[in-house]
């Protein structure tokens, strides 16, 4: 119910799920971290696979931040949502050029 009345399931990224967070967060639902395994998946099974799901969840989260929901956009995000699309775009920015540089 809640992601029908917030709008439904986006698909403005190719990381729907941080999306889908903040897109709930903005209507005013709470959301929680549950430290539980509740599916399998399957992990990158070598090296390329690695960089790979790295790069998808770079590009993703830059698909955000300069969207709608990025932390400088007319939304109703509180500070810490904001500042939390800041902080990913800080670590993809710092971390992701050195892991290709090396």
């Known amino acids: 119910r809640a992601v029908q009345a917030s709008g439904g399931f986006p698909t403005d ?10 897109q709930l967060q903005e209507h005013g639902y709470r959301t929680v971290y549950l430290n539980e395994a509740l599916t399998e998946g399957l992990a990158p099974e ?4 690695y960089v790979t799901q790295r790069a998808r969840w770079c590009l993703g989260l830059m698909q955000i931040a300069r969207g709608r929901l990025g932390p400088f956009s007319r939304n109703k995000l509180r500070l810490r ?3 939390s699309v800041v902080d990913s775009v800080f670590f993809w920015l710092t971390t992701f050029t050195f892991r290709i540089a090396s």
């Open 46 to 49: 070598g090296l390329k696979e």
């Open 13 to 22: 990224s190719i990381t729907e799920d941080f999306m889908l967070t903040l």
């Open 81 to 83: 949502d904001r500042w």
